[in-house]
């Protein structure tokens, strides 16, 4: 069973910048697809950005520009990278696979406020 862990989130202030991280209990990260999710209060889980085993990205409309998605395979870990955040963005994030069928973590809770 594979055991998800989010950290990085924290109060910011607008316009501000935290660097989320996941890291995945399995050895071979790399064949994995993975995505960063978030849901806010009231709200639906949505993808927010994505990262295929070759790399390649796709974020939604609301972030992109400003959010990055990366990965360490040697250290099973995915990355986002959010700057110029907005109050929009306070959520609790999440990753996991894109077919989301990873058990979730705890996430990690993001609020942006002045």
């Known amino acids: 069973q594979v055991h998800l862990v989010e950290s990085g989130g924290g109060l910011v202030q607008p316009g501000g910048s935290l660097r989320l991280s996941c890291v995945a209990s399995v050895h071979i990260f790399r064949i994995y697809s993975m995505g960063w999710y978030r849901q806010a209060p009231g709200k639906e889980r949505e993808l927010v950005a994505s990262?295929?085993?070759?790399?390649?990205?796709n974020y939604a409309d609301s972030v992109k520009g400003r959010f990055t998605i990366s990965r360490h395979n040697a250290k099973s870990t995915v990355y986002m990278q959010m700057n110029s955040l907005k109050p929009e963005d306070t959520a609790v994030y999440y990753c996991?696979?894109?077919?989301?069928?990873?058990?979730w973590g705890q996430g990690t809770q993001v609020n942006v406020s002045s």
């Open positions: 996991n696979l894109l077919d989301r069928s990873w058990n």
């Open positions: 990262i295929d085993y070759d790399g390649s990205t």
